[in-house]
């Protein structure tokens, strides 16, 4: 092997192992990163999540219930359907609750659909904080396909006296055809 191709294959073999340190170094740099990420947007903030499910109902108000509603829609010319598992709940501020709501593509074609919450009361929204939803981002669905979608949630425990009945109010949107951005 004649020496300007040994080299050039040092050189390459350099880079390479250069490179694949490189990857392995971002690799650990990404769980600080992804922190900062969410400190700055909140979203997925583990002290947020934590606050919002303090370990297993700790601190939850037991003498206290609160009805929480649920229901859904569709705009007139949607090609969903779409409704709650349960209609309402019985919860204690302070605790975390689980429920579904069910979504059918009545399309023949693949469609993507976004929920739109509300709660009502409005005076009652920054209460009720979900820590997992299919509103947050968009649902992808083959034609004709039907799923759960589970939303978790808590009511805090600084709801004022006065409200006892809480509304969870979903409208569910096509926002394109098959994947995102179309």
């Not at 990163?33 to 583990?46: A, K, P």
């Not at 809480?166 to 096509?174: H, I, K, V």
């Amino acid at each position: 092997m004649n020496e300007p191709l040994r080299r050039s294959n040092r050189g390459l073999t350099a880079k390479l192992l250069l490179m694949v340190a490189g990857s392995f170094a971002f690799g650990f740099a990404l769980v600080p990163l992804y922190d900062v990420f969410c400190e700055v947007t909140g979203i997925g903030s583990r002290e947020r999540l934590l606050q919002a499910a303090p370990g297993a109902g700790a601190g939850a108000t037991d003498e206290r219930t609160v009805t929480v509603e649920f229901t859904a829609s569709v705009p007139a010319n949607g090609r969903w359907e779409f409704e709650p598992a349960a209609f309402e709940m019985q919860v204690q501020p302070g605790r975390l609750y689980e429920t579904t709501y069910r979504a059918k593509n009545l399309h023949g074609r693949d469609m993507t659909g976004q929920a739109v919450p509300s709660v009502a009361p409005a005076r009652a929204a920054q209460y009720l904080q979900k820590t997992e939803c299919f509103c947050f981002t968009p649902q992808h669905f083959k034609g004709a396909e039907e799923r759960d979608m589970i939303v978790r949630f808590s009511v805090d425990r600084g709801l004022p006296a006065g409200i006892d009945r809480l509304t969870l109010s979903y409208a569910f949107y096509d926002v394109g055809r098959g994947g995102a951005g179309t």
